[in-house]
Antibody, heavy 120, light 110 residues
Framework: QVQLVESGGGVVQPGTSLRLSCAASGFKFSSYGMHWVRQAPGQGLEWVAVTSYDGRSKYYSDSVKGRFTISRDNSKNTLFLQMSSLRAEDTAVYYCVKDGLGIKYYFDYWGQGTLVTVSS | QSVLTQPPSASGTPGQRVTISCSGSSSNIGSNTVNWYQQLPGTAPKLLIY???ERPSGVPDRFSGSKSGTSASLAISGLQSDDEADYYC???????????FGGGTKLTVL
């Protein structure tokens, strides 16, 4: 069965960096687009970034463009999110999400999420 | 302010049929398909409807989706207490080159 396990969350100070990881299993990781979606405490869902199956195409939300970088290692079935210049408004649960096919289909499997708290 | 507009709340009694709307624009719903997600309290979201009206395996046929122009709807028939959750619509936006979500609708079963 599909499993997505996020790690790397924690409490960090504003302006610092953090890298999230997502270990994928149960499907052919190298064939699917992968996303990061976040949810601030008590708020709705916000899409953050997507990478194509081969890592060549990447798109970002305006709120993180220039600060966050999505990447993947298909040899290790792992998705990453490098976050820099973190702000208080980046505080959220970050979900690793599998696309149904490419990058514009649907989010068919979600991890349990990892909490990132940006606070001084 | 979300790009897609959903009512913040909806409610119904057991057995009733409820609908949740999702309004967008020509750059998102008007030119791309709509997906719906259910988020039960304290859990990760789950795909409920994809490609406007398709149900993933395991999703009861009490849940159905539709799309017309720049709007979409999720209908839940035979409402059950287990359906109490937050529901989100989402679509790709060609102008933003990214995914957009509705603000979410909290469904209460009275």
């Amino acid at each position: 069965q599909v499993q997505l396990v996020e790690s790397g969350g924690g409490v960090v100070q504003p302006g610092t960096s953090l890298r999230l990881s997502c270990a994928a299993s149960g499907f052919k990781f190298s064939s699917y687009g992968m996303h990061w979606v976040r949810q601030a405490p008590g708020q709705g869902l916000e899409w953050v970034a997507v990478t194509s199956y081969d890592g060549r195409s990447k798109y970002y939300s305006d709120s993180v463009k220039g600060r966050f970088t999505i990447s993947r290692d298909n040899s290790k079935n792992t998705l990453f999110l490098q976050m820099s210049s973190l702000r208080a408004e980046d505080t959220a649960v970050y979900y690793c999400v599998k696309d149904g096919l490419g990058i514009k289909y649907y989010f068919d499997y979600w991890g349990q999420g990892t909490l990132v708290t940006v606070s001084s | 302010q979300s790009v897609l507009t959903q009512p913040p709340s909806a409610s119904g009694t057991p057995g009733q049929r409820v609908t949740i709307s999702c309004s967008g624009s020509s750059s998102n719903i008007g030119s791309n398909t709509v997906n719906w997600y259910q988020q039960l309290p304290g859990t990760a979201p789950k795909l409920l409807i994809y490609s406007n009206d398709e149900r993933p395996s395991g999703v009861p046929d009490r849940f159905s989706g539709s799309k017309s122009g720049t709007s979409a709807s999720l209908a839940i028939s035979g409402l059950q207490s287990d359906d109490e959750a937050d529901y989100y619509c989402a679509s790709w936006d060609d102008s933003l080159n990214g995914w957009v979500f509705g603000g979410g609708t909290k469904l209460t079963v009275l």
